[in-house]
């Protein structure tokens, strides 16, 4: 529950337009790596979320 509560917190530091998604989704994925995860050898994550970015986003703004 970690992992994402830092990524929902880093997206709300909002300096630009887009937000920090890339960052988000980078450190995620390097917590995820740490914590035992090989998720980023087998899933792109960014692909992910760019494929499902409608369902990505308003996940994003239910958290917020």
């Known amino acids: ?24 989704r980078l450190f995620s994925l390097l917590l995820m790596e740490k914590a ?9 994550v960014g692909r992910l979320c760019e494929r499902h970015a409608a369902a990505y986003y308003e996940a994003l703004n239910a958290c917020t």
């Open 1 to 24: 529950m970690m992992i994402p509560t830092f990524a929902v917190d880093l997206m709300c530091i909002k300096p630009t337009d887009e937000g920090m998604g890339r960052l988000a």
């Open 36 to 44: 035992g995860f090989d998720v980023g050898r087998y899933v792109s």
